[in-house]
């Protein structure tokens, strides 16, 4: 029986992962800062550093959230593209290790390439499935669609992020024409951070706004929970 917090909790629970960029340098910067052996250290911070450990809290917080909510809000399933998303963020790189790549340039739909791109740069199914999800909610209020606003925002920088990293796939297939090479006083310029910007946007400012969104929804669920719940001295003078 879910008590009148569970589904804040749920909500904290799913935001865990939009923090990932800062949840694992914290950890790592807590652990060297209380002199930790490197025993512990090492093993720790693999663990942070790879988003699989908050994707699975993250998925457990999106199912049971999910569960707890359907009775409740008609739009429950624009939701459970979210909790797919964790799912794939959470086993591409166990995944990944179950396939093994012997061509020295393979395509992009062998299975071993699929899930080291989805390890790698999984977490741009994010944004647009948290806008289907805050979508979802508008039973919450007038922000609730705000928060779709943003997330379809952070959404266009993700779709830029996934077109730098599928485009030498897509010239390797035909599909789009190679870049021309670019001169500078006769001199060959190249550009190989094409893309980082988008990607240091995407996990320093995007993930973390949604991150915000779903805190800021998990305190509007505790808040109503808690006007709904009645305090002893108001049941003891009824």
């Known amino acids: 029986m879910k008590s009148p917090w569970s589904v804040s909790l749920a909500l904290v629970a799913m935001s865990l992962l939009f923090f990932f960029s800062a949840i694992a340098p914290f950890v790592d910067g807590v652990l060297r800062g209380l002199g930790a052996p490197s025993s512990l250290t090492i093993p720790v911070s693999s663990v942070m550093w790879s988003p699989t450990l908050l994707a699975l809290i993250s998925l457990c917080g999106g199912i049971v959230f999910l569960v707890w909510t359907r009775g409740e809000n008609p739009s429950w399933h624009l939701g459970v593209p979210l909790v797919v998303a964790y799912a794939i963020i959470a086993c591409a790189p166990v995944a990944g290790g179950l396939f093994i790549i012997h061509d020295m340039n393979p395509p992009i739909y062998h299975p071993g390439v699929v899930c080291s791109l989805l390890s790698a740069y999984g ?3 994010l944004p647009p499935c ?3 999800f805050f979508w979802s909610q508008r039973r919450a209020g007038w922000w ?3 928060m779709t606003g943003i997330a379809l925002a952070i959404t266009l920088n993700a779709l830029v992020l996934t077109f730098f ?3 030498p796939y897509l010239v ?3 599909l789009l024409p190679p870049a021309q090479p670019q001169y500078i006083d006769g001199q060959l310029v190249k550009s190989d951070g094409e893309g980082l910007l988008f990607l240091i946007l995407h996990y320093t400012i995007g ?8 805190l800021a929804l998990a305190a509007h669920s505790w808040y109503t929970a808690h006007r709904a719940v009645p305090s ?3 049941e003891a003078t009824q």
């Not at 993930?207 to 779903?214: A, D, K, Q, T, Y």
């Open 123 to 125: 977490t741009v199914l």
């Open 130 to 132: 948290a806008a289907l």
């Open 144 to 146: 609730a669609p705000v």
């Open 165 to 167: 990293v599928f485009s």
């Open 172 to 174: 390797a297939a035909g």
């Open 207 to 214: 993930l973390p706004v949604l991150g915000i969104c779903f």
């Open 232 to 234: 002893p001295d108001k």
